[in-house]
T-cell receptor
Framework: DAGVTQSPTHLIKTRGQQVTLRCSPK?????VSWYQQALGQGPQFIFQ???????QRGNFPDRFSGHQFPNYSSELNVNALLLGDSALYLC????????????FGPGTRLTVL | QQQVKQSPQSLIVQKGGISIINCAYE??????FPWYQQFPGKGPALLIA?????SEKKEGRFTISFNKSAKQFSLHIMDSQPGDSATYFC?????????FGAGTRLTVKP
């Protein structure tokens, strides 16, 4: 039973560029949440996707957008990258809305130069 | 935006000792309180979780104590082992909107 997978593992971009991160949820899960974890900090909620729609959003600008596909996998897109966007981006999956048990992937380490 | 405060930032415990990490939350609408363990280079892994209708939950060496009136909860790790050395995060959630504490780096010395 595959857990949550994310790709790529590491990514280096320059300011102003755009990036796309990918996530495949745990088998049987239909809800995907994205988090940003800065070095030495706890994860911060970006948004959640369920039934291919963004259902909830944290305090992140519109430069952060996402998508969920019919197979429940998801993408996180970040436009106009800033140095401050350097972080570990975590994807978590869960089953259904309103359930709180989330399983995290290993993350994508994004470095913006 | 911080709604969950976690302490201490770091903790050093001898092997076999008890590790205690504390968290306090502000929003009484939170209804799910998990603890996650994170090793370097890995994503957080769910350890144990509690809902506010229960004051204590134990799973193996890990126990959550929950004080609803004080809006505080804590993680106790009994018989701490060097393999427990990791960063621990508390979190509070409502409708899958999960807010994390800043983390506690636990070191268990052999």
């Amino acid at each position: 039973d595959a857990g949550v997978t994310q790709s790529p593992t590491h990514l280096i971009k320059t300011r102003g560029q755009q990036v796309t991160l990918r996530c495949s949820p745990k088998s049987g899960h239909d809800t995907v949440s994205w988090y940003q974890q800065a070095l030495g900090q706890g994860p911060q909620f970006i948004f959640q996707y369920y039934e291919e729609e963004e259902r909830q959003r944290g305090n992140f600008p519109d430069r952060f957008s996402g998508h969920q596909f019919p197979n429940y996998s998801s993408e996180l897109n970040v436009n106009a990258l800033l140095l401050g966007d350097s972080a570990l981006y975590l994807c978590a999956s869960s089953l259904g809305r309103g359930t709180d048990t989330q399983y995290f992937g290993p993350g994508t380490r994004l470095t913006v130069l | 935006q911080q709604q969950v405060k976690q302490s201490p930032q770091s903790l050093i415990v001898q092997k076999g000792g008890i590790s205690i990490i504390n968290c306090a939350y502000e929003n009484t609408a939170f209804d799910y309180f998990p603890w996650y363990q994170q090793f370097p280079g890995k994503g957080p892994a769910l350890l144990i979780a509690i809902r506010p209708d229960v004051s204590e939950k134990k799973e193996g060496r890990f126990t959550i104590s929950f004080n609803k009136s004080a809006k505080q909860f804590s993680l106790h790790i009994m018989d701490s082992q060097p393999g427990d050395s990791a960063t621990y995060f508390c979190a509070a959630s409502m409708n899958n909107d999960m807010r994390f504490g800043a983390g506690t780096r636990l070191t268990v010395k052999p």
